[in-house]
């Protein structure tokens, strides 16, 4: 409700949004490695090495709720969301922003915010919601953000409706053609790459920085934590790396539950144009 009220983007901000474990952590890495690759040419260093991503795009409704603007960087006109598209300030809507939107197989979303959820639980001493009752819930749309099905719907009108404004992607393609991805990323951001860059392998370097291995072995993303406004528990940063895996839903949910969701999402998004991967 606080950004709601008063918050104001720069007309040249670009918001990374998103249902939570969807793949926030990896598009933030990559929006800002694409973003901030001229400051290191002819360096080896980026903050990516040594701030969890994060850490490197500040959240609307935890960082910014109170109207600091010393919580972000003004000159990296990036930040990002978990607010659904219809609960999203006007002023952002209404401005020339950018949003460039993840989702992904519904099934593995559910698996992922299940463990994160079960190791947030355990560190605050809290006994996890049995994996089942959990399910039970998130089929029933009751999930932080709103039903999932709901978010995706809201981004993905959005996109047809606004093309120029909102770039609508998915975990599962991005994972399959990485490269065209970043640098679809990076034309949409207005910063695209150059022959010479191209040539030089400046997608590669960036796709090997911001991969699951790579960044999940950072020290900063090993053994640190953040601490987020609004939620009193500092965060170990490890939980936001756990597989980085497309299926991994088969090794905890039954066939059944699989079909289950399956048939929800697929009766949801049902006349929309929209279909996910599966
Ligand atoms: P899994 O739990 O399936 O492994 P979010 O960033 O939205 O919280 O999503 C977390 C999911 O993205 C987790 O999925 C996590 O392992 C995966 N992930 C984190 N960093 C990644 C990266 N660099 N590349 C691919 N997947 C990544």
């Known amino acids: 409700m606080s950004v709601q009220d008063r918050f104001n983007p720069q007309s040249t901000d670009i918001f990374v949004a998103s249902s939570p474990k969807t793949g926030t952590t990896w598009l933030k890495a990559l929006t800002f490695a694409i973003l901030t690759r001229s ?4 360096s080896t260093t980026s903050s990516l090495l040594a701030k969890m991503p994060h850490d490197c795009v500040p959240f609307l409704e935890f960082q910014l709720s109170d109207q600091n603007p010393s919580n972000r960087d003004l000159a990296i006109p990036l ?3 978990h607010v659904p598209y219809s609960c999203l300030p006007k002023s952002i809507i209404s401005s020339s922003c950018k949003i460039i939107y993840i989702c992904r197989d519904a099934k593995d979303a559910f698996v992922s ?20 009752e959990a399910f039970e819930l998130f089929c029933n749309g009751i999930a932080n953000y709103g039903p ?4 995706v719907l809201g981004y993905w009108r959005a996109s047809l409706e606004f093309p120029e404004k909102i770039l609508f ?10 490269a065209t991805h970043v640098k679809k990323l990076a034309e949409f951001m207005g910063c695209s790459f150059t022959l010479e860059e191209e040539e030089g392998g400046g997608v590669q370097k960036i796709i090997s920085m911001c991969s699951f291995e790579e960044l999940s072995s950072l020290e900063v993303n090993k053994n640190a934590e953040h601490r987020t406004p609004g939620i009193s528990s500092p965060i170990q940063n490890s939980v936001f790396f ?22 929800i999402m697929e009766k949801k998004l049902k006349g929309s144009g929209l279909k996910l991967p599966r």
């Open 39 to 42: 400051r290191l040419s002819g």
């Open 113 to 132: 915010l299940w463990y994160f959820l079960a190791k947030m639980q355990r560190s605050d001493n809290v006994e996890p919601l049995p994996l089942e």
């Open 242 to 263: 756990r597989k980085g895996e497309i299926g991994d839903w088969a090794n905890h949910l039954t066939p059944e539950m699989g079909a289950r969701l399956d048939d």
């Open 169 to 178: 992607l998915t975990y599962e393609e991005m994972k399959k053609d990485t």
């Open 148 to 151: 999932y099905w709901d978010h």
């Open 79 to 81: 930040l990002s969301t």
